[in-house]
């Protein structure tokens, strides 16, 4: 299975951003996809997730402002990200976990800077 992240940048404070992870491979049909990130200096944490079933979970930190989606058809997961605080910069992973396996993306690097 390998997991293809995209859609990083350099984004003003207030602005948005759309993250795109598609996964190839055996992949379960059964199975929970979502993103992490970690900020510099900090361990990697949770944002969103989302099972193949449409149900969501958010961090409190981003619940209000970022929007986790999926197509299960293209086994891709997006999240939109608007309203962009600087301290929403770091590097952002994606993840596809199924039975017993998870597996991670190369990462993608939002920095919210004026």
């Known amino acids: 299975v390998q997991l293809q992240a995209s859609g990083g940048g350099l984004v003003q404070p207030g602005g948005s951003l759309r993250l795109s992870c598609a996964a190839s491979g055996s992949i379960h049909r059964t199975n929970a996809m979502g993103w992490y990130r970690q900020p510099p200096g900090k361990q990697r944490e949770l944002v969103a997730t989302i099972t193949s079933g449409g149900s969501t979970n958010y961090a409190d930190s981003v619940k209000d402002r970022f929007a986790i989606s999926r197509d299960n058809g293209k086994n891709t997961v997006y999240l939109q990200m608007n309203s962009l605080e600087p301290e929403d910069t770091a590097v952002y992973y994606c993840?596809?976990?199924?039975?017993?396996?998870?597996?991670w993306g190369q990462g993608t690097l939002v920095t919210v800077s004026s």
């Open positions: 993840n596809l976990g199924f039975l017993a396996f998870s597996y």
